[in-house]
């Protein structure tokens, strides 16, 4: 197994993202409240994200995954450092400018599906079209939702499908405005292993034959193994990462984390 140290970014600050590179941190730091209270959630985390790549977001309890994950995606903005989608730089923009881009170019996928309840699983696929008032690229919805194999189903209400139906469609609501990067708040979170299998299935394959960027928050080791790559974070620094896990080999790097 190799388990490399985390070296940082290898391009100089204040560049745009890079060809290669979908989303990049530069020294970004999150702290919240102030004085004695103040907890520094995140400290000089500078990480790239590669273009058509699955990164897995790991680290115990606390250690900031959901601030990194919330940061990079533009729901949340650090108190120091950039986040750069391309050459924009999210943590200088004004609110619904930054909304508009979320909205544009980000996908996510959260624990609780957030499915809206009144509409059909197809509608709730193109919602994010519809609110963005385009027409789907219809070929490109075909081939999505031929790939969540929900079949049938399309017709019914979220309260009508399983917690892994649900999570499939939220899933093809991330993928149909084809965004720069779909993040993933701990997908299989709510869910048992078969269908954690499906979805997880289903990212794999949008960043194998879709060339999708997807960056996961995961506890679940088997669930990082479907990554490219794991990030391991320890009281909100970056401390190593793993290429083409395995369950075993996350396991084990995470015991190497316990022990610093
Ligand atoms: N809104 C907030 N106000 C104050 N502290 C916060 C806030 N959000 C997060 N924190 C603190 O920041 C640190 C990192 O939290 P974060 O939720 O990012 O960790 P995590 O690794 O995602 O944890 P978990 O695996 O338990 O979800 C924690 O100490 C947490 O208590």
Redesign the pocket.
């Given at each position: 197994m190799t388990v490399h140290g985390f070296a940082g970014s290898d391009q100089p600050l204040g560049s745009a993202a890079g060809p290669g590179i979908a989303i990049r941190t530069l020294d970004v730091g999150?702290s919240?409240?102030g004085g004695e209270t103040r907890?520094d959630?995140?400290a000089e985390v500078s990480v790239d994200f590669g273009k058509g790549r699955f990164t897995a977001i790991m680290?115990?309890?606390?250690?900031?995954?959901?601030?990194?994950?919330?940061c990079l995606a533009g729901l949340d903005r650090p108190t120091t450092g950039q986040v750069l989608l391309g050459d924009v730089d999210l943590t200088r923009l004004p609110e619904k400018t930054l909304t508009h881009l979320r909205r544009d170019r980000i996908g996510f996928v959260f624990q609780a599906f957030n499915l809206v309840p009144t509409l059909t699983a197809l509608e709730n696929i193109t919602l994010p079209l519809d609110l963005a008032g385009r027409n789907p690229d219809q070929a490109w919805l075909d081939t999505v939702i031929a790939t969540i194999g929900l079949g049938d189903r399309l017709t019914h209400k979220p309260s009508e499908l399983s917690g892994g139906q649900q999570q499939r469609v939220a899933c093809a609501r991330a993928l149909v405005s084809r965004p720069d990067v779909v993040f993933a708040d701990?997908p299989t979170g709510n869910l048992d292993s078969r269908s954690s299998a499906d979805v997880l299935g289903f990212l794999h394959r949008s960043v194998r034959d879709f060339g999708q960027t997807v960056v996961m928050?995961t506890?679940d080791p088997t669930a990082a193994s479907y990554a490219d790559r794991v990030l391991f974070?320890a009281d909100?620094r970056l401390r190593s990462e793993l290429l083409d896990p395995t369950a075993d080999s996350v396991l084990d790097a995470m015991k190497q984390l316990e022990v610093g």
């Open positions: 999150k919240y409240g907890i959630a995140l680290g115990p309890s606390g250690s900031g995954k959901s601030t990194l994950l919330h701990e928050v506890h974070l909100g």
